[in-house]
């Protein structure tokens, strides 16, 4: 999916994985942890990939697997130091007057059961986000 990255569009994508996580069996927590990760991935391409007035695109790509719902969102921005961004209070912006990019990395860390965020200066942002399909529970008899 390619979708236009501004802010109005943040829901398509909510609105989009939410469906289908719905039909792999997932619950309602587990749901809303894959909207909020799916939502921290593209306000960061929203807020930081591209210079401001620019129209540009969030690819989201899904692979659904037997065990695991995949997804990558990338943009071809301008990229940044994971290393360093992962080192700085989550509160510190990159960027004067927006929000920083720490806490939305640490919310898809802590929701998501892999989290990997790839990227280079200059080159755009990948992140991979991993969600492990519950696991039927039987009732003993």
């Known amino acids: 999916m390619?979708?236009?990255?501004?802010?109005?569009?943040?829901?398509v994508a909510r609105l989009a994985l939410s469906g289908i996580a719905t039909r792999m069996n997932f619950t309602v927590e587990e749901i809303e942890d894959i909207k909020i990760s799916v939502s921290e991935a593209c306000t960061n391409c929203v807020q930081y990939a591209y210079e401001d007035g620019s129209l540009n695109l969030i690819e989201i790509d899904t692979y659904l697997h037997p065990t695991f719902l995949e997804i990558i969102v990338r943009d071809s921005g301008r990229g940044f130091d994971v290393a360093h961004a992962l080192s700085q209070p989550a509160r510190e912006a990159p960027v004067p007057g927006k929000m920083g990019l720490g806490l939305g990395l640490t919310f898809m860390r802590n929701l998501m059961d892999v989290s990997e965020v790839m990227s280079e200066p200059g080159r755009g942002t990948t992140v991979r986000l991993v969600k492990n399909v519950p696991t039927p529970t039987h009732a003993s008899a």
């Open 2 to 11: 390619q979708l236009p990255c501004t802010s109005e569009f943040v829901g």
